[in-house]
């Protein structure tokens, strides 16, 4: 099984801040990384698909990059709406799983 | 956009088996693979696993002597049944549908349902 291990666990920013998020897995996966973001009560929304694919209407500012096993989610200028837990998960090989998220506060 | 609404019970007496349903909507249930995906109260997110109209299955290896996955394209549904729960397996639990030629890929998300196992 591979382990995703996201850093840090959580993110304390203003807003306009630039916020970056690790996400490190235990074994190459390729590019098969995937990024969401969750807010209290709701389901995961997709952001970025294959590293640094925005999904359809996800906002400029939200950016992936990596390779290999190091993967990095920014958001370029934090917004309040983007107050939420945001999780890495591949899909390289069965069985897919997900980091343990960031939590990112808009201060 | 496909539309997904999970369906089941929202309390399982440990030892029994839970069983919930997906209804999808708005699209074609054939050809494509759905996901199981489950949040336990202020946890991350775990799959279960995940079924293709032609009847492939993937299970997590945690879960797969207890876990078995169908698709009723009559009804365009697909089902979770997970036997003999313990509370461990009191969470939300999403249905999904995985992005065509992107396994593993989820696009679309059902609201979830909390299943709550207690006696």
């Known amino acids: 099984e591979i382990f995703l291990t996201q850093s840090p666990a959580t993110l304390s920013l203003s807003p306009g801040e630039r916020a970056t998020l690790s996400c490190r897995a235990s074994?190459?996966?390729?590019?098969?990384l995937a990024w969401y973001q969750q807010k209290p009560g709701q389901a995961p929304r997709l952001l970025i698909s294959d590293a640094s694919n925005r999904a359809p209407g996800i906002p400029a500012r939200f950016g992936g990059s990596g390779s290999g096993t190091d993967f990095t989610l920014t958001i370029s200028s934090l917004e309040p709406e983007d107050s939420a837990v945001y999780y890495c998960?591949?899909?390289?090989?069965?069985?897919?799983?997900f980091g343990r998220g960031t939590k990112v506060e808009i201060k | 956009q496909v539309q997904l609404q999970e369906s089941g019970p929202g309390v399982v007496k440990p030892s029994e088996t839970l069983s919930l349903s997906c209804t999808v909507s708005?699209?074609?249930?054939?050809?494509?693979?759905w996901a199981w995906i489950r949040q336990p109260p202020g946890r991350g997110l775990e799959w279960i696993g995940h079924v293709h109209d032609s009847g492939i299955t993937n299970y997590s290896p945690s879960l797969k002597s207890r876990v078995t996955m169908s698709v009723d394209t009559s009804k365009n549904q697909f089902s979770l049944t997970l036997s003999s729960v313990t509370a461990a397996d009191t969470a939300v639990y999403y249905c999904?549908?995985?992005?065509?030629?992107?396994?593993?890929?989820?696009?679309?998300w059902g609201q979830g349902t909390l299943v709550t196992v207690s006696s």
């Open positions: 708005s699209g074609s249930i054939s050809n494509s693979f």
């Open positions: 074994q190459s996966v390729s590019s098969y």
């Open positions: 999904a549908k995985e992005v065509l030629g992107a396994t593993g890929l989820i696009q679309s």
């Open positions: 998960q591949q899909r390289s090989k069965w069985p897919y799983t």
